[in-house]
């Protein structure tokens, strides 16, 4: 059965750094664009970051942009989310979503499997 489960999740303060990790299992990711998206309170799930295959492509949402860096090893089946200078706003709980399509994927309906989320809380 494919899963993706995510750790790394915390308490930091603002300014402070995280680093995320998705590890997939029953099946192989590496044919599939891999995804993170956040979720705060009474807020609707959205879009941080997109790689591609082999990491050559990566798209970031605008609020994350210079801050954030996604990366894959696929020998790992492990995917990242690098969070620099993480601002009280990037509170949420984060997932991480795989996608079979050839394209990179900004919309959480176009992705296959998730994983069950890690919570990410920054204190001002």
């Known amino acids: 059965q494919e899963q993706l489960v995510e750790s790394g999740g915390g308490l930091v303060q603002a300014g402070g750094s995280l680093r995320l990790s998705c590890a997939a299992s029953?099946?192989?990711?590496?044919?599939?664009?891999m995804g993170w998206f956040r979720q705060a309170p009474g807020k609707e799930r959205e879009f941080v970051a997109v790689?591609?295959?082999?990491?050559?492509?990566?798209v970031y949402a605008d609020s994350v942009k210079g801050r954030f860096t996604i990366s894959r090893d696929n020998a790992k089946n492990t995917v990242y989310l690098q969070m620099n200078s993480l601002k009280p706003e990037d509170t949420a709980v984060y997932y991480c979503a795989a996608d079979r399509r050839n394209i990179p994927g900004r919309r959480a309906g176009e992705y296959d499997y998730w994983g069950q989320g890690t919570q990410v809380t920054v204190s001002s």
């Open positions: 790689v591609s295959w082999i990491g050559s492509i990566t």
């Open positions: 029953g099946r192989t990711f590496s044919n599939y664009f």
